[in-house]
């Protein structure tokens, strides 16, 4: 069974930083495009950024130039750096695995308070 773990979420004030990191066992990491997307009390699912099997990366408006999204498929794992978080950051962060069929991880809570 696919399994996406996600880790790294927590409590940081405004203007801090925090690193993502999402797990993939049992699938052919290299193969597959990751995306991180999020959703916050009372909102959709959005897509914060996503990562091709070439590299290729793209993110929301809402959080370029202070998000990145990396992937190392030796260790099967995509990140989101997060840095200059805001209040509006908050929400649980989700790990997805595409590629013929969909995947999700169980998500992170990312608080970003004072």
């Known amino acids: 069974q696919v399994q996406l773990v996600e880790s790294g979420g927590g409590l940081v004030q405004p203007g801090g930083s925090l690193r993502l990191s999402c797990a993939a066992s049992r699938i052919s990491f290299n193969l597959y495009t990751m995306a991180w997307y999020r959703q916050a009390p009372g909102k959709q699912r959005e897509l914060v950024a996503v990562i091709t099997t070439g590299g290729s990366t793209n993110y929301a408006d809402s959080v370029k130039g202070r998000f990145t999204i990396s992937r190392d498929n030796a260790k099967n794992t995509v990140y989101l750096q997060m840095n200059s978080l805001k209040p509006e950051d908050t929400a649980v962060y989700y790990c997805?695995?595409?590629?013929?069929?969909?995947?999700w991880g169980q998500g992170t809570q990312v608080t970003v308070s004072s």
């Open positions: 997805q695995a595409n590629y013929y069929s969909i995947y």
